[in-house]
């Protein structure tokens, strides 16, 4: 039998839906509204000022000021800006503190950093996923007044789980540190906010929250020392040199106020959601387990593991699933998510995961009938 030309989508944690209202307002700025917001004449101040408020709602939603936010590309351009603007910024302090299980885009500019010279620390996470707290005091002691840079994503973009940047930022400030969160995964599912968390720098990405590819932003706290690494013009402060794309700014925007209605109603219905899926599969699959810590996660996550099989052949058995797993293919196999290994997970345990991950208009039904598939094939593959 083919496969569903739509099957169930519950992989929004690698990208969204466009909603309809975010396509709806940014259309005239594809259209009649083309202006160069640099312009000083009618169409350029139509798009200064639709770039203006897009600034000011995604501002709104993680509790900043207008003026600090940078729009960029996308979440590995602004990764890059906070890292790499940062540390050459800052380049008398040659430490920078991070973890083992960060998205590429803030793994490989570390790397980079330390082939370079700088002084890395990877911190480790603990069996459930989590960056622990006392790890980062002893290596920022340990720095003493070295560190430039503390970079912690707020929730991994496998397991969901949430970190305790708040925590680590409160620890790196006494040592002088600028503190960067990559809040891709994270901003528009639960509450963010710039000020509780203490972040200098933090990541945020459109297509993770239903506005297009393409398009992200950079919250840069007044007064944060930062180098830009593409040289232009002095558009975004100068940090992020060239035309603005104004249709991309509102997308972002427009998809940042939603979110804020969304946030205001609660996740509630999305954990629900979320344990629903859990459980239906928990009773149906012995063995099943849960990857990541059982309460500190995204609402939207549910990372899993199927006993004896590999997650890609269960989601290569049901079709009627759109979903992923944190595994690699290459030409010698199939190798396991390094997030999970990190956790402490055996190779074949750490094979067997499968990431499901929900969005505000998953429902009920489409649940129960993915559990069902899921279920079905696991059965399948393992020969049940």
């Known amino acids: 039998m083919s496969p569903p030309e739509r099957p169930l989508y519950l992989d929004h944690n690698a990208t969204t839906p466009v909603d309809a209202e975010v396509v709806d307002a940014m259309l005239p700025y594809l259209r009649e509204e083309f202006g160069n917001p640099s312009s000083g004449h009618p169409y350029g101040r ?11 709602k995604v501002a709104a939603l993680i509790g900043a000021k207008p003026g600090d936010i940078l729009f960029t590309s996308g979440g590995t351009e602004a990764n890059n ?21 960060e998205h590429p885009a803030t793994k490989l500019p570390c790397d980079t950093l330390e082939w370079r010279g700088w002084r890395v620390t990877w911190l480790p996470v603990d069996a459930d996923g989590r960056v622990r707290v006392e790890d980062a005091a002893r290596a920022l002691d340990a720095a003493g007044a070295d560190t430039a840079l503390v970079t912690l994503m707020h929730a991994n973009n496998e397991t969901g789980v949430l970190q305790p940047v708040a925590e680590v930022a409160a620890l790196a400030h006494r040592h002088g540190a600028t503190v960067h969160t990559d809040a891709a995964q994270s ?16 990541t945020l ?23 830009p690494f593409v040289l232009g013009g002095g558009q975004e402060r100068g940090l992020r040199p060239g035309t603005e794309n104004v249709p991309y700014a509102v997308a972002l925007g427009t998809a940042c106020e939603l979110a804020r209605v969304r946030l205001a109603r609660g996740t509630a219905a999305q954990v629900a959601l979320r344990e629903r899926l859990w459980e239906r599969l928990r009773a149906e699959v012995p063995g099943l387990a849960l990857n990541g810590h059982p309460t500190e996660r995204l609402p939207n996550t549910l990372n899993v593991r199927f006993p004896g099989v590999r997650g890609t052949d269960v ?11 944190g595994s690699a293919c290459h030409e010698g196999g199939e190798s396991a998510s390094p997030v999970l290994r990190a956790m402490g997970l055996p190779e074949p345990e750490a094979l067997g995961a499968v990431r499901l991950s929900l969005g505000p208009d998953t429902t009920g039904e489409q649940v129960d009938r993915a559990a069902a598939a899921l279920v079905a094939a696991w059965r399948k593959v393992a020969g049940r």
């Open 46 to 56: 139509r798009a200064r000022a639709a770039l203006d408020e897009a600034r000011a």
């Open 81 to 101: 800006l906070a890292i790499r603007g940062t540390t050459e910024a800052r380049a008398e302090r040659r430490h920078v503190l991070t973890s083992v299980i």
């Open 187 to 202: 901003v528009g599912k639960v509450p963010v906010d710039v000020e509780a968390l203490g972040v200098d720098l933090l």
């Open 205 to 227: 990405v459109g297509h993770k929250l239903r506005a297009p590819k393409g398009v992200g932003a950079l919250y840069v706290r007044a007064g944060t020392p930062l180098r």
């Open 315 to 325: 989601l290569a058995a049901a079709p009627e699933v759109a979903a992923s797993t």
